[in-house]
C-alpha cells in the first residue's frame, strides 16, 4: 500500500475487494473532480474533468454513494486507478462490497491527505496496491433452545469475523457477546413458547457469506419455520447512535421489510423510549446479515450504534457525543479494541435485545398470527404424547423381558 504524487509519499489502504496493481505500481496523471462534482456519484460529476488513462480523486459521501459506485463511475470514464479520500478526520478504511465490484484499484486516505492531493491536479502519481486474495472454509455457529415450537422460532444473529486490518471489537465483538450472554441467561430449556435459535456469522465482512449461505440452505418449510430475525450489528460505538432498523420504510430510504418487521421496530422502539432513550431509525441498505432473511420474505429487525456515519449537532444533542465525528472513529482499523466501546450504551442496548428476544420468545402474535394459547396447548399435547409413548415403551420393554426364554418374571428394565 503506498502513493506517491509530486514527489510527497502519503499513506493509504486498499479497499477490499480492490483489484491490485501490478507489482511496482501504476503511474500516471493525477486527476481531481470539479468542485461541486468532488464525490463522484453520478457520470455527470466527470463531465467537466478527462481522467481516461490517469488517477482520479474522489471524495468520501454522501450517504447512499457507496465505494462501488464511485469505483464503476471512474473506470467508466477510463480511470486506472482511484484515490477516495475521508470526509471527516482519520484514516479512510472500507470495501467495495464484492470482488465484482472490483474494476479498478481503489484506495483510501485522510481528509488531509486529499487536501494535499486535491492542490495538485496533473501531478505524476504513482499508486501501488496488493492484496492477497485465496479461498479458504468458514463456519457458522448455531445453537438452539431444546424447549418452545421449534416450527415458530424466533431467531437472533450477530457476526462473529473482522476485517483483517483491526479486532473488531465493536464491529463485532459488540453484537456477539451480547447475543452469548444473552444466551447464557435464558439457557438451553427455557420456560418460552417458540424455541430460539441463536447465530454466531462468518465471513459478514466478504459479502454477508455466511448468513447467505446459512439461509439458502434450508428448504421452503424450514425457512417458513423462523418467524422473525433479530441482527446485531455493532451496539457499543464509542460515539454512539441509537439506531432501530427502518421496518416499516417510513424514513424513505428502503421499501418496507417483510411483514412483521414495522412491529419488530416498534417493539424495540417503545423499550427503549421507555428507558428514556431517543431512537431514530437505520435503513436496510444490504450491509449486514438480515439481508437474506429480508429476500427470503423473513420478518426483520434489530438495533445499530453507528459505524463511519457522521454524527449530526441534533443528534449529539439528543444522545450526548461529539457532533462531526463518526460514530466510530475506528471503524475498520487497527484503533477497534477495547478501548473503542461506549459501556453505557453497550448496557442498554443489551437490555432491550434481551427483552424484545423474550418477548418475542413467548408470542409472536403481532408478527404472525401465532397466539402463546396455541404453543401452550402444542407443548402440553407433545409431552402427553411424549408421556404415552415412553409408558408403551416401558411396558413392551417388560413384556418382552418376562415372556423371553431364559429370563425371570421382573427381570427387565
Not at 450526548?320 to 453505557?344: E, F, I, P, W
Request: glycine share 14%; hydrophobic share 40%.
Amino acid at each position: 500500500q503506498s502513493l506517491t504524487a509530486g514527489g510527497t509519499s502519503l499513506p493509504i489502504n486498499i479497499l477490499t475487494y480492490s483489484p491490485s496493481t501490478p507489482v511496482g505500481g501504476i503511474t500516471a496523471p493525477l486527476a481531481v473532480l470539479p468542485t461541486g462534482h468532488e464525490t463522484g456519484c453520478v457520470a455527470a460529476d466527470y463531465s467537466g474533468v478527462n481522467v481516461a488513462g490517469k488517477i482520479v480523486l474522489i471524495k468520501r459521501g454522501p450517504a447512499g454513494c457507496t465505494f462501488a459506485i464511485k469505483a464503476r463511475l471512474a473506470s467508466e470514464g477510463g480511470a486506472v486507478g482511484a484515490i477516495v479520500y475521508n470526509n471527516v478526520d482519520g484514516p479512510l478504511s472500507g470495501t467495495l462490497g464484492d470482488p465484482a465490484n472490483g474494476t479498478i484499484p481503489v484506495g483510501g486516505v485522510t481528509s488531509a491527505a486529499g487536501a494535499i492531493l486535491a492542490a495538485q491536479p496533473g501531478a505524476a502519481t504513482k499508486l501501488e496496491l496488493r492484496a492477497l486474495t485465496q479461498n479458504t472454509t468458514s463456519y457458522n455457529v448455531i445453537a438452539e433452545t431444546q424447549t418452545g415450537r421449534h416450527d415458530n422460532v424466533v431467531m437472533a444473529g450477530a457476526h462473529l469475523d473482522s476485517v483483517t486490518a483491526g479486532p473488531g471489537i465493536n464491529d463485532n465483538g459488540s453484537g456477539s457477546a451480547t447475543l452469548l450472554e444473552t444466551a447464557l441467561q435464558l439457557g438451553g430449556t427455557p420456560q418460552t413458547n417458540n424455541a430460539v435459535r441463536f447465530a454466531w456469522w462468518s465471513a459478514e465482512e466478504f459479502g454477508l457469506l455466511g448468513s447467505t449461505f446459512y439461509v439458502d440452505s434450508l428448504d421452503f418449510e424450514e425457512q417458513l419455520n423462523i418467524a422473525l430475525y433479530l441482527n446485531f450489528d455493532m451496539l457499543a460505538s464509542p460515539n454512539a447512535a441509537r439506531f432501530v432498523y427502518d421496518g416499516d420504510g417510513s424514513d424513505g430510504a428502503n421499501a418496507e421489510g417483510p411483514f412483521g418487521s414495522a412491529q419488530i421496530e416498534a417493539a424495540f422502539t417503545d423499550f427503549l423510549t421507555a428507558t428514556e432513550v431517543e431512537t431514530e431509525t437505520s435503513p436496510f441498505n444490504g450491509r449486514s446479515d438480515y439481508g437474506e432473511f429480508i429476500v427470503q420474505g423473513i420478518p426483520a429487525g434489530g438495533l445499530f450504534s453507528g459505524a463511519e456515519g457522521v454524527k449530526t449537532a441534533a443528534q449529539a444533542d439528543k444522545w450526548g457525543g461529539v457532533a462531526g465525528l463518526a460514530y466510530d472513529s475506528c471503524y475498520h482499523q487497527r484503533c477497534d479494541n477495547l478501548g473503542n466501546l461506549d459501556r453505557a450504551v453497550l448496557d442498554s442496548n443489551a437490555d432491550a435485545v434481551a427483552f424484545v428476544l423474550g418477548t418475542y420468545a413467548i408470542s409472536t402474535e403481532d408478527i404472525n398470527g401465532i397466539p402463546p394459547g396455541a404453543a401452550a396447548a402444542q407443548l402440553a399435547s407433545s409431552k402427553k404424547a411424549s408421556a404415552k409413548s415412553r409408558l408403551l415403551t416401558t411396558v413392551r420393554a417388560r413384556t418382552v423381558s418376562v415372556d423371553g426364554p431364559g429370563t425371570r418374571e421382573g427381570s427387565g428394565s
